[in-house]
């Protein structure tokens, strides 16, 4: 669920969904607008149900369909070996190589590979030593893969991860 939720910030606030939330913003005023002069409160209504709908209501249906996949997943609440290599990342039995992962989002919380058919998501507790971070980064980096920092509100986290 910390990875879903993860995925959801970094698509609103970081790619270009985060337009449409500016729409739904202008279609509200838009509504309001609409509602004084002609007196009408159909476009003020539906306006304000998108932006209810986009604001608030698409977290939630969205954090419910993550719920039943993840537990409809054969591997659900079990622990994971992971083990990160030069050629890949191996999970268990499953091999992920890194030219399938052409980006990795880090955050303080973790680490988001956007793998070819979904999201993996390695939180920062899951690195037993710093040194483990570094390892890890470099070795994507070797591989190609481009690592893109999400800051937050202070410079702390830049500075941990150069």
């Known amino acids: 669920m910390q990875a879903g939720k993860f995925v959801y910030d970094y698509k609103m606030n970081h790619t270009p969904k ?3 939330g500016w729409f739904f913003i202008a279609l509200l005023q838009f ?11 159909a476009i003020l209504l539906f306006s304000t149900i998108m932006l209810i709908y986009w604001y608030y209501l698409k977290i939630r249906i969205e954090t419910f369909y993550l719920s039943k996949k993840f537990d409809s997943e ?21 091999k992920v190589l890194w030219s399938e992962i052409p980006l990795i989002i880090a955050e303080e ?8 058919s979904g999201y993996i998501f390695f939180p920062s507790k899951a ?3 710093e040194e483990d ?21 202070t410079n702390q986290f830049l500075a941990k991860t150069r």
């Open 18 to 20: 985060k337009y449409m």
């Open 31 to 41: 509504g309001v607008v609409g509602a004084l002069l002609k007196g009408t409160l």
């Open 74 to 94: 054969k591997d659900a609440n079990k622990l994971l070996q992971v083990s990160i290599k030069d050629d890949g990342i191996d999970i268990n039995e499953r």
């Open 109 to 116: 919380k973790g680490y988001l590979l956007d793998h070819i």
């Open 127 to 129: 690195f037993k030593k």
């Open 133 to 153: 971070k570094t390892n890890f980064i470099n070795i994507a980096k070797k591989s190609g893969t481009y690592i893109q920092r999400i800051q937050k509100s």
